[in-house]
């Protein structure tokens, strides 16, 4: 154990959980069941991208599906128009997205104004939901992009030739899986490191920060970038994984409020929130389908449960009987 890195050691519950998810396809190989979890875990990585922001640097910003479907539609139209492959058109996409994120976030750094940065992020992504929706002859708009091709085949040793297309639901959980535990192995260094120290302190206070001589300017556009990279990559993944896109399935602000609710539910500012949210809430919304018309009210009712018996999130239930959650004490 102590021949892990320091960050690692930190949230053995996290690395224990992402392990046991990984057995799924082990256990069962129903597709649903590694359709709705694939989904979840996809859902874990955008969140997390904006709990990188929002929970770690304290930028409230509600514009992060327009990170997600900028590098959903660029992977996508890449593949189709380009005859390139998805494995090398979802880096297109997340580059994307990082460029259009440091484009677009770094005027709005001088606004102090949390409220106004909030507004200013929720408009910019309807207008790029609005221009998807009107570039009809390019996105097809509220018709739907189809015919998005899935990942390639990859020859594997021992495996042979593993497909990742609808009927190989397994492959393609591997495949998520897979960008989940690099997603999250990433974000762990990063908070833990000097530059994720500093991007804590900014969220603490700003003036203290900026006492000490830290540039806000270079670190928020910093986790803005890398937040904006992570949202356009699991974007594109999503792409090559649903295989049709819409403005308002990738785009829509309902998005930014399932990610909302997964981040507060989970437990903001923590490593494991995302992920522990993405997957009760996914399931359980799953699970509603037998209520019928009632099913978003009871859907409502639990995370308004959630919110009451757990306000600091999933993720901080061991504070609530006096014993401090090792992971989430390490996340923050």
Sequence with gaps: MRLL???????????????????????????????????????????????LAVGYAGLKTFGHQAFFGIGAYVSALSAMHGGLSPWVTMWFGAVAAAVVGALVCLPLLRIRSLPHLAIVTLAFAEIVRILCSNLVDLTRGELGLAGIPPFTPLSVPGL??????????????????????????????????????IIQAIRDSQVAAESLGVSLTRYKLFTLT??????????????????????????????????????????????????????????????????????????GVLIVLVVLFAPRGLARLDLLFGRPSQ???AAR
């Design 226 to 299: 890398i937040s904006a990279f992570l949202a356009g990559a699991v974007g594109a993944v999503y792409a090559h994984f649903v295989l049709v896109l819409t403005p308002t399935s990738a785009l829509g602000i309902a998005l930014m409020v399932q990610m909302t609710a997964i981040t507060l539910v989970g437990g903001i500012g923590t490593l494991q929130g995302p992920l522990i949210g993405s997957l009760v809430l996914t399931v359980s919304a799953e699970g509603l389908r037998m209520a019928g018309d009632h099913r978003m009210l009871a859907f």
């Design 327 to 329: 992971a989430a004490g």
């Design 5 to 51: 890195p320091a960050w690692l050691r930190a949230s053995p519950r996290l690395w224990s959980g992402v392990a046991l998810l990984g057995l799924v396809p082990l256990i069962t190989r129903d597709a649903y069941v590694l359709q709705v979890l694939s989904l979840a875990m996809i859902w874990a990585i955008f969140a997390s991208s904006w709990n």
């Design 160 to 197: 042979g030739l593993v497909s990742f297309g609808p009927a190989d639901r397994a492959s393609t959980f591997v495949l998520i899986w897979s960008c989940l535990a690099a997603s999250l192995a990433f974000l762990g260094w990063l908070v833990r490191s000097r530059t994720g120290l």
